[in-house]
């Protein structure tokens, strides 16, 4: 059974950070590429980070880059998304994405919930 959990989201005040993790299991986690993704009240869903299987390349929207950094830990099949000086622009849900390239799948977590607010 696939499973993506995330956790670390929470309530955070403007210029602070927030480390979220996602942990995998159920698929071959360090043939994966892995994303996170986050969705605003009333906007669609937006690609946040990248990061490919063995973790060599990263790749993020123009809106983080700079203050969030991906990352993955294949011993532990997590991955990582460090959020640092956040802005209330940054409020969301976060979701984990992987897509398994060794069964062209693709599976979501059920997302953690990021407020940055004062």
């Known amino acids: 059974q696939v499973q993506l959990v995330e956790s670390g989201g929470g309530l955070v005040q403007p210029g602070g950070s927030l480390r979220l993790s996602c942990k995998a299991s159920?698929?071959?986690?360090?043939?994966?590429?892995m994303r996170w993704y986050r969705q605003a009240p009333g906007k669609e869903r937006e690609l946040v980070a990248t990061?490919?299987?063995?973790?060599?390349?990263?790749n993020y929207a123009d809106s983080v880059k700079g203050r969030f950094t991906i990352s993955r830990d294949n011993a532990v099949n997590t991955v990582y998304l460090q959020m640092n000086s956040l802005k209330p622009e940054d409020t969301a849900v976060y979701y984990c994405?992987?897509?398994?390239?060794?069964?062209?799948?693709?599976?979501w977590g059920q997302g953690t919930q990021v407020t940055v607010s004062s």
């Open positions: 994405n992987a897509f398994a390239w060794t069964t062209n799948s693709n599976y």
């Open positions: 990061i490919s299987s063995l973790g060599s390349n990263t």
């Open positions: 159920g698929f071959t986690f360090s043939s994966s590429t």
